[in-house]
């Protein structure tokens, strides 16, 4: 019998095996006759190759091979792809960044691929590739996002005029013009969203091997079946069931680890090269310089109101830094996925977007955390703080004035997003409930006799989440008795095995104890979609509905059978587990009867096992939202910003377990504190080199730093799917820097600051405290 319902704060049931080292990462997977494989990277943001000489690399005892990009276009090695099609405002495609796993003729940032040293330890791969000589020719470098795109600037791409990507709208143009040319009253704010590094507590890592044509590839990836999907299609071009991919348990990713990576490639490469099994784990320091970066966006937001502080349109122009190469999904984050969410909750009559994919001599930027929607979020809530400022209305009131009510669900949004359910306004008032914001004049005044500026800072957000269009599972009844559930999506640290075993024990009465979650092997499913865009619960889930429902359908058909009794008789019983014949005391439990069945089909009478494979359509977004609301403390002698409390409250529809969720809302606070106060990366621009490349020049929020995030919950139905859920995974990073800084505005604001760009570090904030007094 089922031990645990749904909506139940169950405990991970991963987290004894995780937090007694029982784990097992990509680099604790040793094969047989294991090499080691370094990579040597340019220490230039922008050189042209003259020469590569491996002779004195190839004479270090215990190196096996080393490879240049000259040895990948030998073999005819399609390029590292960005799979991304988007086209300019005027029609014409984006630019193109070709990009092997090893750079053959120019260097594009600092530790861009240039060789790969393999050998019988890291230690004699380390030593080959200090004894590989490269000789550079160093060309200047555009490593400022600012700037970068104006005339004179060196070029990254010659196909890139500009140093331009691509330059992309969206929205109603002539429309939010002409509620521009009527407008009362136009705020404008130019926002910085800092450049991030996303620093997952577990390093990328792979391990390749061939048997015969066939590649296994161990990684620690977000999405087995898109890695193996590149490496087959685009880059070996050889048959998908060729290649299969294996992600074992991943210790964080947020995006980063969702993509193709040049290493994937090097180490399947080499390992055919030298018949034997090949690893290559990124050092921290590697890491800094080689996985994609975050954010890193400046955006011009105007916001035309009339004179009743009635929101009528939002005008922005957002440049957005995509690194040196398009990564994977790189073009797709400012673009279609961040401008979705620009109306937010508010009923904005138009909405035009420009963006402008800018390209640096810097690391590639991809997904992080949000992807896109944290950036636009940023905007719209710091914009309507300057407005309700200019406009002299209270910052609540012009939000309430603004808010699309529960009363108008379902609502299309100036974007064309449908929104399907929402209670905006309830929220908001909840959260200013909790917070007590009526009293907090009085903690202002408690805070100056102690010196300090306290500030209080609110923040609503909205966004989409999903992804699609379809998912699968399968459910196998094992011989041991025990219940497989395969997915398609790969927990990074989420909670998957908990919840996906919830929601199976749910379904089919099997205790939680006797369910195993399966994921990460692209051999176990046609297909799976990864995780990402906070879509696991909401597309897996579905996908292990539908699985169910058939196994509980060939149930029924197997009970009759054993039962004697029509198809039509037999009732199952979720709760219990059971298949019962109407109006009777006959009946089977679903593990039994699924042993039972195993054997009848052993001895040839039935044809009929419990097991079953479905595919789910996910055919909408959800759109989860909350309220964010923050007070910090500043010291105007230190400019330290500490942040003394925080409210969150969610909804993210139905919450299937109300312990993760407020876990994963914990840990999106961290990450969007982090960003807010704390992460700054930092590059030369005369040199190009990363000057925050390491944990000594890069600071991530410590346990001290951070508030007791208090979170409440309250469930707004989903209506796009049977679940009732919505995604919840990055609502935490979404709401929290515009809430951080609008409090920290809010306490600078008596010495004449009004507006801060982040990250906030104890430096700038001081400078900008000295410098508002000398003025």
């Known amino acids: ?41 340019s220490p230039h943001a922008h050189a042209r190759i003259t020469g590569i000489d491996t002779s004195a690399a190839k004479a270090v005892p215990g190196v096996l091979a080393v490879i240049t990009g000259a040895d ?76 970068a795109w104006e005339a004179g600037q060196p070029q990254v791409w010659e196909g890139a005029a500009s140093n331009v990507a691509f330059d992309w709208e969206a929205g109603d143009k002539a429309k939010t013009e002409a509620a521009f040319a009527r407008a009362a009253h136009v705020t404008r704010l130019t ?23 066939k590649l296994t590839l161990h990684t620690n990836t977000q999405g087995s079946w898109l890695v193996k999907n590149l490496l087959a299609g685009n880059v070996f071009n050889i048959p998908p069931d060729n290649v299969r991919v294996i992600t074992p348990d991943v210790g964080g990713g947020f995006g980063m680890k969702l993509y193709l990576y040049a290493e994937h490639v090097l180490v399947a490469f080499a390992a055919k090269q030298v018949g034997r099994p090949v690893k290559w784990t990124s050092e921290r ?13 400046i955006t011009l937001g105007e916001l035309a109101t009339d004179a009743n502080g009635k929101f009528l349109a939002l005008r922005t122009r957002n440049y957005a830094n995509m690194g040196a190469y398009l990564s994977t999904f790189a073009p797709f984050i400012p673009t279609g996925a961040g401008t979705k969410v620009l109306a937010s909750v508010y009923g904005f009559e138009a909405i035009y977007a420009n963006v402008i994919g800018v390209l640096t001599n810097t690391v590639p930027v991809d997904a992080y955390r949000g992807a896109g929607r944290p950036e636009s979020n940023y905007l719209v809530e ?62 202002r005044a408690e805070a100056e006799k102690r010196g300090k500026r306290r500030g209080i800072g609110l923040a609503y957000y909205l966004e989409a989440t999903g992804g699609g ?48 979650i399966r994921q990460g092997d692209s051999e176990t499913l046609p297909s799976g979609g990864g995780t990402g865009g906070a879509r696991s619960l909401y597309s897996e889930g579905q996908a292990i509905l539908v699985t169910t429902a058939s196994v509980v359908e060939k149930g029924k058909q197997a009970a009759a059978e054993h039962l004697e009794t029509s198809v039509a008789d037999i009732e199952f019983t979720p709760a219990a587990g059971r298949f019962d014949v109407a109006g009777t005391d006959k009946g089977v439990g679903i593990l039994e009867l699924a042993a039972i069945q195993r054997k009848r089909v052993a001895a040839g009478q039935s044809t009929l096992l419990l097991d079953a494979m479905e595919t789910a359509k996910i055919e909408a977004h959800t759109f989860p939202n909350g309220c964010h609301v923050a007070e910090v403390e500043v010291d105007p002698e230190t ?20 312990l993760i969720v407020r876990g994963q809302v914990h840990g999106g606070v961290a990450q969007g ?69 609008n409090a920290l505005v809010d306490a600078l604001t008596p010495v004449g600051i009004t507006h801060m760009d982040m990250p906030a570090t104890p430096e700038t904030v001081w400078k900008a405290i000295n410098a508002a007094k000398a003025a």
């Open 285 to 297: 320091s590697e890491a800094f310089q080689s996985d994609t970066h975050g954010r890193d966006n």
């Open 673 to 741: 504190l982090g960003q807010a106060l704390h992460e700054r990366t930092a590059y030369d621009n005369a040199s190009g080199q990363l000057l925050s490349a390491s944990f000594m020049d890069y600071t991530l929020p410590r346990a001290d730093d951070l508030p007791d995030i208090d979170v409440d919950l309250i469930e707004v139905t989903c209506e796009t799917n049977p679940l009732g859920v919505k995604g919840a995974g990055e609502a935490g990073a979404v709401g929290s820097p515009p809430a951080a800084m």
């Open 191 to 213: 926002v910085v969203n800092n450049r991030v590094v996303v620093a997952s507590m577990e390093t990328r890592a792979a391990v390749a091997a061939w048997e015969g044509d």
């Open 72 to 147: 990948l276009q030998a073999a005819g090695l399609g390029e590292v792809p960005c799979i991304i099609p988007l086209k300019n405002k005027d029609g014409t495609p984006r630019a193109n960044t070709p990009r092997l796993a090893l750079a053959t003729d120019t260097v594009r940032h600092v530790g861009d691929p240039v060789a790969f040293v393999v050998a019988e330890t890291a230690q004699a791969a380390r030593d080959g590739a200090e004894a590989v000589m490269v000789e550079y020719d160093v060309l200047p470098a555009a490593t400022d996002l600012a700037t």
């Open 382 to 443: 710091r914009m309507i703080d300057a407005a309700a400022a200019e406009l002299k209305i209270d910052r609540i009131e012009l939000r309430r004035r603004n808010m699309v009510t529960q009363a108008a669900m379902p609502f299309v949004s100036a974007m064309g997003q449908r929104y399907d359910s929402g209670d905006f306004l309830q929220l908001m008032d909840s959260a200013l409930a909790k917070i007590d914001w009526a009293g907090f004049p009085a903690r």
């Open 1 to 41: 019998m089922a031990k645990f319902g749904l909506s139940q704060s169950v405990r991970r049931v991963e987290d004894p095996r995780l937090l007694t080292g029982r784990g097992c990462y990509t680099d604790d997977i040793a094969m047989p006759g294991e090499a080691v494989g370094v990579v040597l990277r």
């Open 469 to 516: 269009p379809t998912e699968n599972a399968k459910v196998v009844f094992a011989e041991d008795g025990f219940v497989d559930v395969y997915v398609g999506t790969q927990s990074t640290g989420q909670g998957h095995e908990t919840a996906y075993a919830m929601l199976t024990q749910h379904e089919l009465g099997v205790p939680m104890e006797k369910i195993r």
């Open 639 to 658: 400019g330290i910003v500490s942040v003394p409390r925080y409210i969150v409250v969610d909804d993210v529809g139905h919450a299937l377990n109300p």
